[in-house]
């Protein structure tokens, strides 16, 4: 080659291609025997067979505990379902002529919405506290109070 020629623009700009690719191919394979070396920490490089044996293994049994973990949260939710699990609570004033909210409603839910609702109203002369059974978020065969009704909606809300 003449010298002419290596100073070419276009032979230039191969020779900066070239060395880019150069570059990078080296990036990557760094990269690669990187990983490589990662993979097989401690062991032969002539034992693949055996890592991905072990790979292999590890992957069924991390499936089959996730299986056996699915069956337990899916019998958890059954047998949760029963208890307390929605609360609601209100304080409020329903007489004018008493000071303070010393009245309260308390809403105490299952998972599917039944439980009881819990009201006392407080007046001067007396407290009284009534206690009433609630079937899926209502009161079969008596009426519920606004607030009552607001302490369902706060608990399954």
Same mark, same amino acid.
């Given at each position: ?6 100073? &070419?623009? @276009? ?7 070239? @060395? ?22 401690? +062991? ?9 044996? @072990? ?15 699915? +069956? ?13 699990? +929605? ?44 206690? +009433? ?19 369902? &909606?706060?608990?399954?809300?």
């Amino acid at each position: 080659m003449s010298a002419g020629l290596l100073s &070419t623009p @276009t032979f230039i700009a191969i020779l900066v291609i070239f @060395t880019l690719w150069l570059s990078l191919v080296t990036f990557w394979l760094v990269r690669s025997e990187a990983r490589f070396r990662t993979l097989f920490d401690g +062991k032969d490089k002539r034992d693949l067979r055996s890592v991905l044996e @072990t790979l292999r293994k590890d992957h069924q049994t991390t499936a089959s505990e996730i299986d056996e973990l699915k +069956k337990a949260m899916k019998e958890l939710h059954i047998r949760l379902l029963p208890h307390i699990q +929605k609360i609601g609570f209100i304080r409020y004033n329903p007489f004018s002529d008493t000071g303070g909210d010393q009245s309260f409603c308390l809403a105490l839910l299952d998972g599917q919405d039944n439980g009881v609702v819990i009201s006392s109203l407080h007046s001067r002369d007396q407290t009284r506290i009534y206690a +009433k059974k609630i079937s899926r978020g209502k009161s079969p065969g008596y009426t519920l109070s606004k607030e009552e009704r607001a302490v369902i &909606t706060r608990a399954t809300g």
